[in-house]
Nanobody, 128 residues
Framework: QVQLVESGGGLVQAGGSLRLSCAAS????????MGWFRQAPGKERELVAA????????YYGDSVKGRFTISRDNAKNTLYLQMNSLNSEDTAVYYC?????????????????????WGQGTQVTVSS
């Protein structure tokens, strides 16, 4: 069973930066395609960024392109999300998610239903 633990959230001023981490355990991390999602109050959970298990392929939601960077360190079993130029619309609970994808090393996944494992979430609040 995969366990995902997010960290790095907090309160930041608009224009600032945060780096989220997601530590994975329970399965071979390099067999997992990963994603970062977020959910703001009253809104649906949305994909922020996704990355293939190899780390070669990445995807970003339109609202974060050019500001956020997803990366992974398979040796450390950790997923990252570097968030720059934060604004109030980035305020949400951020979740990391994992999908077993041992058969496709360069594929990322963009649909919530494709991910079978979820972390508990970390709150990011951007003050204006």
């Amino acid at each position: 069973q995969v366990q995902l633990v997010e960290s790095g959230g907090g309160l930041v001023q608009a224009g600032g930066s945060l780096r989220l981490s997601c530590a994975a355990s329970g399965l071979t991390f390099s067999n997992l395609a990963m994603g970062w999602f977020r959910q703001a109050p009253g809104k649906e959970r949305e994909l922020v960024a996704a990355i293939s298990r190899s780390g070669i392929s990445t995807y970003y939601g339109d609202s974060v392109k050019g500001r956020f960077t997803i990366s992974r360190d398979n040796a450390k079993n950790t997923l990252y999300l570097q968030m720059n130029s934060l604004n109030s619309e980035d305020t949400a609970v951020y979740y990391c998610a994992a999908k077993l994808a041992w058969y496709k090393s360069n594929a990322y996944y963009t649909q919530t239903r494709e991910y079978g494992y979820w972390g508990q979430g970390t709150q990011v609040t951007v003050s204006s």
